[in-house]
T-cell receptor
């Protein structure tokens, strides 16, 4: 079983739709969960950072963590064509120095 | 807003040659990382660096790889003798530490080994 699993997509939605992106993981030691956005041939851009279980909201983005199910989600409300990118989940076990383990990324396309 | 910068953006080299990839982390950050992403694959951890020494390295980071912080601002990744399979995007990242592990990534260096 892979440490972090993520559906590669592509996921194609109309502008204005609510998008749901998900990752599952197998390592119960993970405590820190991040979502990054990556445009083609660019560096990952940090969108959301959460610790342990719960929800976090930032503008149109909401991150959810369910540690009991080893499942994390990113919701994008009122999606825009500029949201078209690959979304990477990443997680780590410790707060300092710990390496990030990434999912493969989900490619999202928002069409006008 | 401060950001991580990397040079060059693209490096082409012949197999067996040495390359040095350069990064300038965010100025008040204490932890530095290198990751790589082979085309079409996931981002993979290579090495982390703190207080002028390696904190952790992956299996990928073998004797052909080394890292250095030669001065107060630069952080470099050296590959001594490049192989075809080293072709990838290499990302530098930094984090503040002190209980926060948000890692901020640079734009990457695309390494092509011929």
């Amino acid at each position: 079983q892979k440490e972090v699993e993520q559906d590669p997509g592509p996921l194609s939605v109309p502008e204005g739709a609510i998008v749901s992106l998900n990752c599952t993981y197998s390592n119960s030691a993970f405590q820190y969960f991040m979502w990054y956005r990556q445009y083609s041939r660019k560096g990952p851009e940090l969108l959301m950072y959460t610790y342990s279980s719960g929800n976090k909201e930032d503008g149109r983005f909401t991150a959810q963590v369910d540690k009991s199910s080893k499942y994390i989600s990113l919701f994008i409300r009122d999606s825009q064509p500029s949201d078209s990118a690959t979304y990477l989940c990443a997680m780590s076990a410790k707060s300092n120095t710990d390496k990030l383990i990434f999912g493969t990324g989900t490619r999202l396309q928002v069409f006008p | 807003e401060p950001e991580v910068t990397q040079t060059p953006s693209h490096q082409v080299t012949q197999m067996g040659q040495e390359v040095i990839l350069r990064c300038v982390p965010i100025s008040n950050h204490l932890y530095f990382y290198w990751y790589r992403q082979i085309l079409g694959q996931k981002v993979e951890f290579l090495v982390s660096f703190y207080n002028n020494e390696i904190s952790e390295k992956s299996e990928i980071f073998d004797d052909q790889f080394s890292v250095e912080r030669p001065d107060g601002s630069n952080f470099t990744l050296k590959i001594r003798s490049t192989k075809l399979e080293d072709s990838a995007m290499y990302f530098c990242a930094s984090s503040r530490g002190q209980g926060r592990n948000e890692q901020f990534f640079g734009p990457g260096t695309r390494l092509t080994v011929l």
